[in-house]
């Protein structure tokens, strides 16, 4: 699986910004997989954003976008988008796509997560 993300750039803060990302794969999407968006600032681990389960849809957002960020399948073949509204300067982070495979891990560990985009920056200017 590939994955390809794409949306980044600068924003005021206050603005909204839409990051797509892309899944290019000979098989399918599993409906048990998991898509999720995480995000690293500089100097900073790599923390989790928001993620959804490919099939039921269900979504699960961290504390610090809640409300704000909206992650939900894109109009294209297996692409997931993170529509980012309200957008603070504590934004600002290299966004990375995710797919998590197998079952009973935790979506918010980027250690679980089998296949990685090659991330998109996201600056949020004050």
């Known amino acids: 699986v590939q994955l390809q993300a794409s949306g980044g750039g600068l924003v005021q803060a206050g603005g909204s910004l839409k990051l797509s990302c892309i899944a290019s794969?000979?098989?399918?999407?599993?409906?048990?997989?998991?898509m999720g968006w995480f995000r690293q600032a500089p100097g900073k681990e790599r923390e989790f954003v928001a993620a959804?389960?490919?099939?039921?849809?269900?979504?699960y957002y961290s504390d610090s976008v809640k409300g704000r960020f909206t992650i939900a399948k894109d109009n294209g073949y297996n692409t997931i988008a993170l529509t980012m509204s309200s957008l603070k300067p504590e934004d600002t982070a290299v966004y990375y796509c995710?797919?998590?495979?197998?079952?009973?891990?935790?979506?918010?560990?980027?250690?679980?997560?089998?296949?990685w985009g090659q991330g998109t920056l996201v600056t949020v200017s004050s």
């Open positions: 959804m389960r490919w099939g039921p849809g269900t979504t």
């Open positions: 995710g797919i998590l495979r197998a079952t009973g891990l935790g979506w918010e560990s980027s250690r679980n997560y089998d296949y």
């Open positions: 794969t000979s098989g399918r999407i599993y409906s048990s997989w998991i």
